[in-house]
Every structure is written in C-alpha cells, then in structure tokens.
C-alpha cells in the first residue's frame, strides 16, 4: 500500500507530518487524523459542497477546495481553514452569528460547507466591496452549488443578504 | 485556538441498559426501558427567557462544527471504549433475479485483504436472523437470488484504517465483486398488507354512519390472488363486516360507472420513489464487550427505543455463542431524516459489525451510493380514482379508488404506510360515501418505508389535481369548488369519526382566495407573458389536510427547577433539525412563566428510572380485555415512547412537557405564591381578595393574579424549596388518538392529568413516583380511528414554462397553514420553506427508477438524483401565513410534514394553466413538457 507523508496548517496550527495511503481524501485526514469532524462528508463526488474547506493562499486571497473529492495531499503545505477554525474567544464570526440570528439552519449538516463559503466570500468583498444591487448575483455565485435538504436555502441567503447589506465594508449603493 | 465554553458536555455519553428480557413474550412478561440519553450542548443566551428564544438551543453547536452527528464520532470519544477502532463495509447485491455465487476479491492483492469477512454461512452459525419488519436474510445466502436490489451478500472488516480506505477505494472502482449465475427472475414475496375503507354516511355529514371503518371495523382481504392482488370478501348487504364493506363498496363502484353518483371522473396517477437524500449517510459504531456481556451502539435513529429493542431481540433469538446480556445505546443528533432513519435496516449491520469484528470497537459508515443503494425510499403509488360530482352544483357524491404501493425488497413500514394512503386519499374533501383499496406490495426495488408525509403525499398530490380537472370541466373556480366540498367541523373522515378540534378548511381555502398570487392572477399573467413572450405564465392552487400523530404515541418529560429558579427540562425525543429541542424548552413557559433554561433530550435513559415504566403488546392491536387486564399495573404503559418524527415532536412531546408544567405550577409556584401574598397578620395582601389556581397569570416572568403582588421566578423557586414543596415533575403521556387520563393524590388534592404516570421531587430530595388511580386509556377500539389529528394548509404556485424547451421556472409560492399555536415562529417559518422546496424537487425533478436502473444497482448520486438548489426555489417570493389560533391554550399541531404537500400539485395544476396539459405523474420534467407542447 502506498502511503504519503505531509503536513499542512489547520486553522493557524501546523500539523504533521502524517503518514497517509495514497488517495486518502482530505475529509478523511480531517476526521481520522486530526479529530477536526466539523467538515462534513455529504456526497462524495463534490456535487453537494457540504465538505469544502478554506484554502488561504499566499497572495492574501483565499479559495474553497471540496475535501471529498480531493485527496489529503493536495492540501500538502497548505493553509486551511475549516469551521472549527472561525469563532474567537468565546464570540462567534459574523458568518457564524448572522446564520444563528437568522435560524438559517436545521438539522446543521450542511452548515460548515456554508460557513466557509460565505466566510470566503465576506473576505472577498473586504478586499474588493460590490454595489448592492450585485449582491443577490453574487450570493447565487458562491452558494449556489451548496446542496441543503432541510431549509430551502431562504434563510441562508437571508443572514448573508443582510450581513453584506448592512456592512459599508461589503457592498455600496453604487 | 479559542474554544467556544460550553454550559454542558459537548460530547454524547449514554448509561447502561438494564437487562435483556430473554423471555419475552406479548403480554405474559412486561419488557423494561433501556436507558440510553444524548447530551445537548447550549448556545449561552440563546433564550430571552420570557417569550421567544433569541435563536436555537443547538445554533452554537452546530455553526461550530462541534461532534454531534453519528458520523463524526469514533470509539475514542466514547467513554470507557477502547480507543482502537475496526472499520467495516457491506457488499452488496447489484443484481436481483440471478443466483448470487460469490464475492471476489482477488482485484485487492494481498495487502488489502480483509481480516474477517462475514457471510450468511456466518449468521446462520450464530443464529443471527432478521425478523418483524426487517425480515429477510441480512445477507444473501449463496447459491440463492437475493430478495432485492442492494440487498448486502457480505461485510467486510479492516483493523486498520489505512488498509480499509485503501480498500474501499480499490473495491469502488471495480466491477466483477459480488458475481453472479443461473437466472432465475425475481423472488415473490407475499403483500405487506391490504386494507379497504369503505364507507356509506348515513342522513348527515356528521353521522350516524350506516357503514364504517370506525363503526364497523377494518377489512382486511380474505386472501391474496397470485400476482399479489387481494381478494375481498363476497359481497352480501347482509353479511359480516368485511362482505357489507364489499357489497357496499361494490354498490358505489356501480353507481359511479353508471352514472348514478354524478358525472364520473376517472384519473390513473403515478408518483416514483423518491430518495429522502438527508445530508448524514448514515453510519454508527459498535463495540461488544464479551468479557461483560455488554453490546453498545451509537447510531442516529428517529427510534431509540425500538433500536434499542430490535438489536436486544436480535441477540436474543441468537445462540447462546453470542453473549450479550446488556445493550447500550447512544443516539447523537441527526444530519436530517425525514422519516429515513425510523427502523432503518443498517442497526442491525452495525449489530452484526460489532458481533465479528473480535471484541474491538467498530465503525461502518455507507458512503453516498452506499446510502442510495441500501436507504430507505418513498413508496412509488399506481392511484386509480373515480369520482362522481354533481355536474349542476358542484358537490362531490362518491370516491372511489385503488391504490397500489410498491414497498420493495423489505415490509418495514409499508402495511401502515399503506393504511394512511388510504386515510389521506379523499384530501380535504368529504364525501357521502367512498371506497378505497389499499396494498402493499412487495417487489424487488429497494425497500421503502417512512418518508416525510407517511404515504399521505401521493395520493393527495392526485387528488389535488382530480379536483383541479374537474373544476377545469365543469367551469367551476377551483377554490369555490373546494369550498364547496371542503371537510368542516364535526364532519366524519374517510374511517368514519370526526376530526380532533376545528376544521379550518374554509379559512384556508379563504385565505388562499385573497392572496395577491391568486387574485392578481390574470393581471400577472398579462404582464408576465408580455415581458417574456416565449414564456407561458400559470398559477395553481392545491390544499390539502394531513394528520399527525401515529396512534401509538407515547412521551416522557421532566421538569424541575433549583433553588436559584434555573429551570431545567428533559425531553423524549431525538433532534433530526426540527427543533424539537427548542420548542421543549418554550413550552415550558407554558405554565412556568418562561422558557426553561437548560434542555436535555433522552429518548430512554437512567433519568427515567423513577417512574418504573413496563410496557407490553402491541398498541395497535392490543384487545380491549388485554389492555384493562395490564393497566391494572400501576407501571404498565401501552408505550413508552415514539419515535421522533416532525408530526410528532410539537404534539405529543411537549404534550407532556407542558403537562410536568401545570404540575408544578399547582403544586410547587402556587403554594408557595400563596404562602408570600398571605403573609403578615390577618391573612397579609391576599385577605381582600379570593384568589384561586384559575386565577394565576405570568406578566413579564411575574406571578401575579387579581392585583397580588408580582413574584419573580427566582423568588418564587427559593420559596418552593424552603417550603419542601414539589420543585419537580415526571411524566408519561400516551396517546391513541386521545390522551391517556388518570389521577394522582398530591397531598389532600386529587390531580387529574393527561397523563398516565407520574413521579414529583420535593425540594432537593429524590424523585418518588405516585401511584396512579383511575387510569383511563383510550380504547383498544380507538385504534379504528386511523387518524384523528388534522393540520391543513393550502398552496398558491406562480411558474413560468419555457415554450421552447418545457423549462420550468417556479415564480412565487404563497402558502396558507394551520399550525395551530406556533411554539417557535422561526422554526414553523424554517420548516415550511424546506418542505416547500423539497415539494418543488419531488413535482419537477426527484426520480428514481425501481429496479435494474435505479439506486439497487449502486451507481446513484446525488449527481443523477437532482435535489433542489437555491436557484430553483423562489427564495425571495415566498408568502408563508399562519392561521392565528383560535385561543391562546391552542396545543401546537405537527405541520413540518403537511407543508410539502400542496406545493407539488399547485405546481402541476400551475402547468395545466400555463400550456392546458394535465399531468397525472410525478415528476414533470422538462423533457414532458417539451413534448406536449
């Protein structure tokens, strides 16, 4: 059986190196070899986005990667970022308290896959805010593909309308 | 890294069961509780404590990725099991009308290699054998064709994980594994169940009957004809129940054909099976711990209680070889249900895992095509109807209709699923008289079982658009029609008895009249189809009615507070999304003034102990002597607690939560309120007034009543504690339709509850259990009911079809419930809007194939199965209204199932407006349209 080692930095800590079969995915390495069961296994094909994760690259930008479809090596040497990694100090993100203010989940299975895309995208419009009327494109851009059984969606796109509407940072009138 | 701090522990931990009853038979041994219990870790301030919570109990949890799910966890966060985990996997059966010869597994070279595999050769050593509703090899046999499609021949198990992903991932790729001879068609299996309700009212919509389910008892077939079909009794007017319901049912049929019931109007409709698709596979661990005979499991169930007794059955009808004596169980929260994990099959995988993996703790976790292929589906329904209408006014003479259930490889719940397809299939309507068949059979699809609306959405989905063509025909507005036709109060069902409380049918109906959608229609349409000259604009209407409640529904609660009035409550039930947790909690504000502040759920468990609950029979067919015979137990319930489902956990949950409420109103706050307003000399600030418990009233989390003083909650709670009063109540509730009753002494006054057991805690002492009097159970006849519990709700669907390429767009959706009191608006609101766009996957797009080409084969995903993405749900056009209850003691009804249901046919019957073409499927694809345009 052929194996890999690697190392990455999960949420600011660097982990590894690990010795891994080869082709082992990386919601596998999350669950099994870092204990981290927040990045959930949905599908298995990357159809449902349930397992994405936050790649931080060294540009400053960031990307989300699915974790069941791409293997632990892939994200060999990486920053990553899952949603165990976001709340400080006993305070929730923004992303986070928005979702929770809003009952935007159910039975919360898909919600870490949500968080981390809509985190991506906060930091995203940081960088580079958007004109109001683009939001509604925007959130169907970056969640559109996030598959949830139980909610119909409205309340997610609720929680993330009115945390970029309300942020100056976000989004403008124009 | 920070950590969120919890009020509680985040992870699951459970106790231990008490033991097996080896001897257990229906009545003459009552089989004991197991305890099992699930921790539920707090979001701090998630209640304002008076009025509604500022988000969900478990909203922290969850948008942390903390460990709550059967999936996230392994035999390290268990405590007192070995840290060293095996993994399983199942093979299964691809292929079900060959005989099954053997598993290759050659393609994994030597150093994939299981170290055990376990076979049917291995089970029938053991004495290892599935009965009731999972009966069937749990493996096929070699050397014979497998029951159905997916059906596992064999399980595989790797010590180490490294290996077994290897493997997993070697085996998923490759043909050839599981191999295949002689052809031999498939296994015929006899029908899971048939049943036919007849009925023929007698001068008036309320009754007398001169036929009826309920009066005259269910008919079951006399037998069943080769190919599956029942056969009903001869028909004779004057004969038993069962040829009266023929002769009377076969009178209808006549009419009908000849004219005599009004105009006929005949429908054939389809609906597939459908995949519940919840995000979690599912997946569990075990451990058998032989040196003390002691089994656990952790796995997400709607059903504890019967997880817990179907693997202790299994056990005890096994060999002497196999030696458990204790079984454990742990239910984490679920990653979504909707009724796909009540019984499901993979318990006894995990069960069978932990028997062989060599006394080491085991995981087996389905991946996706895994699920698909051995999951739980919604029933594929043949519905043939007629219906006669009076083609002058309008009114709904007489219904016929014959449904067929395709329940797959296993019976599960198909027999029930079948009765309440039956009971669901006249709508909202009430008709003079009807007759409808209903059976189950079995086929060699993957097995179908409860799925969100329990066989009550097909048939109403039909039924919807019958009366959809029929308003079509006789130029009659759909909504007039329906109000003409609507079930009203005191009106009787299909079975023959009026429905619980009142039938708001015509405030539904109404309110769907006034909607912006459905008034503005024509002007919509106009404006629409201008700006969009290739598009066809419709608008639809479907209402319907649904139950809620199963009839055999049993719930604990408890609830106390401490001396500092932090109020704490205990639930039965399990959490799958719905919020049940939450809704717990409010409802205890119920009688307590505000909302408790800490939540436990613990389907069964060491909590319960005091309360010595026994139970034994079967509720639903327990004889009426049987029953009075065990109730004389002070102990004996006719069940201890149901499986969480999202008709059940508002109803009958916090049924009895609010039940230990009034408990401790009575005889903890309002003794001891008392005891402060009259104190000082001459009977202090209560002398001028009479104040009794009726006069009670929390204002702002005060106790107050006629002008007394305001008592805060924590005032009172340090009262009742230094009094010795009861700071604590335990309760069971059961209920078949209607609750269970009995009395309790308490000191000098006699309690009357809803209840049928109960145990109270003075101060800090411990809980001591009362003994009931009095006991009153519904009768063992109730079970003739069906169903007695109503929500309705209506639907108004606006959509666009694409002329060009049969497109759908759904456009706005507005929807009318009756959810009776709303417990937590959010949640109500949350739910709705789900069910709505699972409505929308299962009218537009949900499809599965039953046999070769569907999910048995193990090549379906959710890339083939088309779940509903934001884009297709109108997010932003979405009216959800709720009927305002009629008072503020309204109990909350279960509604998350009932609100998927008019969605579908509004959408079917919005086409028909949009292109004149009438759909009897499920579901409307693109490519259907496309090909009648």
């Not at chain 2, 229906?26 to 509604?52: N, R, V, Y």
């Not at chain 2, 390290?76 to 292929?95: C, I, R, T, Y």
């Not at chain 2, 299994?314 to 019984?343: C, H, I, N, T």
């Not at chain 2, 209204?881 to 008019?902: C, F, H, Q, R, V």
């Amino acid at each position: 059986m052929a194996t890999t080692k690697l190392s990455m930095t999960v949420n600011g800590q660097p982990v590894g190196p690990h010795e891994v079969p080869d082709g082992l995915a990386m919601v596998d390495f999350l669950h099994e070899y870092l204990g981290l069961a927040g990045t959930k296994y949905g599908c298995g094909i990357g159809v449902c986005h349930a397992c994405v994760v936050i790649v931080d690259e060294p540009d400053g930008t960031s990307r989300t990667m699915r974790t069941c479809i791409n293997g632990a090596a892939d994200f060999a040497g990486k920053a990553v970022r899952t949603v165990e990694g976001h709340a400080r100090d006993g305070k929730l993100s923004d992303v986070q308290q928005a979702f929770v203010d809003h009952f935007s989940f159910q039975c919360g299975y898909c919600t870490a896959g949500f968080v981390n895309e809509a985190t991506r995208l906060v930091e995203e419009l940081e960088r580079k805010p958007i004109a109001e009327s683009q939001v509604e494109a925007k959130l169907a851009e970056a969640l559109g593909e996030h598959i949830c059984r139980c909610t119909g969606y409205v309340r997610y796109y609720e929680a993330m309308r009115d945390l970029i509407l309300s942020n100056p940072r976000l989004s403008k009138e124009a | 890294m920070a950590k969120i701090q919890w009020t509680r522990r985040q992870f699951l931990a459970g106790s231990a069961a008490t033991g097996i009853a080896l001897a257990f038979s229906q009545l003459a041994l009552a089989e004991e509780a197991f305890d099992a219990h699930e921790t539920m870790p707090i979001a701090p301030g998630w209640s304002k404590g008076i009025g509604l919570p500022r988000y969900r109990v478990d909203g922290y949890a969850k948008v942390t990725g903390a460990k709550l799910y059967a999936r996230d966890f392994r035999a390290v966060d268990m405590p007192g099991w070995p840290d060293d985990m095996s993994h399983a996997l199942l093979l299964f059966a691809n292929d079900a009308t060959h005989r099954f010869i053997s598993i290759d597994l050659s393609s994994l070279g030597g150093d994939l290699q299981p170290d055990r595999i376990v076979t049917a050769a291995d089970l029938a050593e053991t004495g290892i054998k599935a009965v009731g509703i999972f009966a069937g090899d749990l493996f096929c046999p070699e050397g014979e064709t497998p029951l159905y499609l997916g059906q596992p021949v064999a399980m595989l198990i790797y010590r180490d994980f490294a290996t077994f992903s290897s493997a997993r991932q070697s085996l998923r790729g490759t043909e050839g594994i599981v191999t295949f001879g002689e052809e031999t068609g498939p296994i015929a299996g006899k029908p899971y169940g048939a049943n036919r309700f007849t009925r023929v009212s007698g001068s008036g919509r309320k009754g007398p009957d001169q036929y009826s389910p309920f009066k005259d008892g269910w008919v079951v077939p006399i037998r069943y004809q080769r190919g599956g079909e029942p056969a009903w009794a001869e028909a004779k007017p004057d004969g038993n129940a069962a040829q009266e319901a023929s002769a009377n049912g076969a009178a209808i049929r006549k009419d009908l054909a000849d004219g005599k019931a009004g105009r006929a109007f005949k429908q054939s409709f389809q609906t597939p099976s459908n995949d519940p698709f919840f995000m979690e596979p599912e997946s569990g661990l075990a451990w058998h711990d032989k040196a003390n005979r002691k089994f656990s499991i952790l796995v997400g169930a709607q059903s504890p209680g019967e997880t817990l007794n179907t693997i202790a059955d299994l056990f005890r009808r096994a060999k002497p070889s196999v030696a458990v004596s204790e079984v454990d169980g742990y239910f984490p929260y679920l990653g979504g249900a909707f009724g796909g994990r009540d019984r499901s099959i993979i318990t006894l995988y995990l069960a069978i895992a932990g028997l062989y993996a060599d006394g080491r703790p085991v995981r087996l976790a389905l991946d996706r095509f895994e699920q698909f292929q051995l999951g739980l589906k919604r029933h594929a329904v043949s519905i043939d109807s007629t219906l006669g209408v009076d083609p002058e006014t309008g009114a709904f003479q007489a219904f016929a209709c014959d449904l067929t259930l395709n329940g797959g490889g296993l019976a599960n719940y198909s027999a029930s699923i079948a009765d309440i397809c039956a009971i669901s299939s006249p709508s909202m309507y009430y008709f003079p008289r009807s007759d409808v068949t209903t059976v189950a059979e079995h086929s060699r699809a993957v097995t179908a079982g409860s799925m969100r609306c329990y066989g009550g959405l097909q048939p109403i989905v039909a039924m919807e658009c019958l009366v959809d063509e029929v308003a079509s025909q006789l130029k009659i507005d759909p909504i007039a029609l329906r109000r003409k036709n609507a079930l009203q109060t005191g009106d009787l069902t299909l079975t023959g008895i009026p429905p619980n409380g009142a039938m708001r049918t015509l405030d539904v109906l109404d309110a769907m009249e006034r909607s912006s959608l459905w008034a503005k229609r024509e002007n919509n349409r106009k404006a629409f189809e201008s700006a969009n000259p290739a598009k066809a604009y419709g608008v639809g209407t479907a209402s319907a009615i649904f139950k809620y409640g199963t009839g055999e529904d049993g719930a604990l609660a408890a609830l106390w507070f401490d001396a500092d009035g932090q109020i704490s409550v205990t639930a039965s039930t399990v959490e799958m999304g719905t919020g049940t947790s939450t809704a717990v909690a409010v409802r205890a504000g119920d009688h307590l003034g505000r909302s408790a502040d800490h939540v436990t759920l613990e389907s069964t468990g060491a909590i319960w102990a005091p309360l010595g609950l026994v139970t034994s029979g079967d509720p639903y067919t327990i004889s009426q002597a049987d029953q009075d015979r065990a109730a004389k137990n002070p102990r004996w319930v006719p069940v201890i607690t149901s499986r969480a489902s999202a008709s059940v956990g508002a109803h009958v949950t916090t049924h009895a939560v609010a039940e230990a409420g009034y408990g401790l109103l009575r005889f903890g706050l309002w003794p001891a309120a008392q005891a402060v307003w009259r104190e000082g000399p001459a009977g202090g600030q209560a002398a001028g007034e009479d104040v009794t418990l009726e006069d009670l009233r929390w204002v702002d989390g005060k106790l107050t009543a006629k002008g007394m003083e305001p008592l805060p909650f924590e005032r009172l709670a340090k009262k009742v504690h230094d009094m010795g009063l009861v700071t604590g109540v335990m309760v069971h509730a059961y209920n078949r339709w209607q609750w269970a009753k009995a009395d309790f002494q308490i000191g000098s006054e006699t309690w009357t509850g809803a209840i049928d057991a109960l145990a109270i805690r003075r101060g800090d002492e411990k809980w001591a259990v009362e003994d009931r009097k009095n006991v009153q159970f519904p009768p063992a006849l109730r079970e003739r009911v069906g169903a007695s519990y109503f929500s309705t709700c209506g639907a108004v669907v606006a959509l666009s079809v694409d002329r060009t390429n049969g497109n759908v767009d759904v456009l706005e959706i507005y929807q009318v419930l009756d959810c009776g009191r709303s417990l937590v608006p959010d949640l109500v609101s949350g739910m709705s809007q789900g069910a709505i766009a699972m409505g929308i996957g299962h009218a537009l797009y949900e499809y599965l194939p039953l046999y070769e080409d569907g999910p048995g084969n193990g090549n379906w995903n959710v890339n083939r199965y088309h779940v509903v993405r934001a884009r297709e749900v109108p997010l932003r056009n979405m009216t959800l209204e709720y009927l305002p209850p009629l008072s503020d003691n309204d109990p909350p009804k279960g509604m998350a199932e009932i609100t998927m249901i008019p969605v579908v046919p509004g959408i079917l019957n919005a086409i028909h407006d949009a292109v004149g073409h009438r759909f009897t499927k499920l579901p409307v694809t693109a490519e259907d349209i496309a090909g009648v345009l």
